[in-house]
């Protein structure tokens, strides 16, 4: 193959417990991610050498190009375990916002490594593929699967859940929050009494996501970097607070922030809540989740 197009989407976490830091650098972590249908779209076409261009309609400047980017790295780790000394030459045509808490750069990993192998026929299997994402990052393997999935370790442990659609509006914005200052910084919050992290979700959610029930969903959100993301960035809250004023079914912030986004009855509220932050000048756009894991689109 010549030229490959992959698709892989955004995350938001509906519960994210932060246990204590070990000596991995790591903090111990129970996660339920979904995946949101805001979509990160890389071209990948065979080249002599390793290149990378961007395009997009998000903040696009603090986005290395070279061999720090992810795709360039997951190419070079497809390349390390099948043996093939080709290169690729890759576009990404972003919509998740960058250094926002989505693992937009995730999603740009998870698809290289799928595109690469693709172009390159090296026919990696799924768990070739899963050990590669997690050396990348610790959101690499959900970007690779998708859907609903309890994380946990670093993240990178996956567990499938079940979920009906729910919809969102995501308001993402002009700052960015460095995910490990945002980690030391609920380190700091906390001092010496880190909790362990649960090892399983609410009953609650469980139930909330298997019934698609947006209000029961709205009791269980629960994200333990929202108040070193706040600390770090007070505007957040009061973005959350227009949320709340605008008639959100809940509001919260995605990962390590700085985005926020917020829960929707249906389309319509949705419709609804978009007008709202775009009239108040906000950027804003619907998403519904879950979606699909990184996928290679049929030229
Ligand atoms: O795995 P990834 O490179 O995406 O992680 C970025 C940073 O986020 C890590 O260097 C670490 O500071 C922090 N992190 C953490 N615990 C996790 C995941 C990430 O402390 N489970």
Known sequence: MAHVTVKAPGKINLALHVGPLEASGYHDLMSVFQAVDVWETLTAEDASEFSLT?????????????????????????????????????????????????????ADAAAALVAVDALWGTKLSQVQLLELAAELGSDVPFSLEGYTQIGRGRG????????????????????????????????????????AVPSAPSQGLVDALFAGDAHALAGELVNDLAAPAISL????QSVLDRGTTLGAVAGMVSGSGPTCVFLAEDTQHQTRLVDGFQGEGFHALGASSPARGAHLLRN
């Open 156 to 195: 990178h442990l996956l567990e499938p859940v079940d979920s009906l659609p729910f919809h969102w509006v995501i308001v993402p914005q002009t700052l960015h929050l460095s995910t490990p200052l945002v980690y030391s910084t609920l380190d700091g919050l906390r001092g010496e009494s880190a909790p």
């Open 233 to 236: 960035a007070p505007q957040i």
């Open 54 to 106: 961007v395009s997009g309609d998000v903040v696009l400047d603090e986005i290395p190009l070279d061999e720090n980017n992810l795709v360039i790295k997951a190419a070079r780790a497809v390349q390390r375990v099948s043996g093939f000394e080709g290169a690729a030459a890759f576009h990404i045509d972003k919509k998740v916002p960058v250094g926002g808490g989505m693992a937009g750069g995730s």
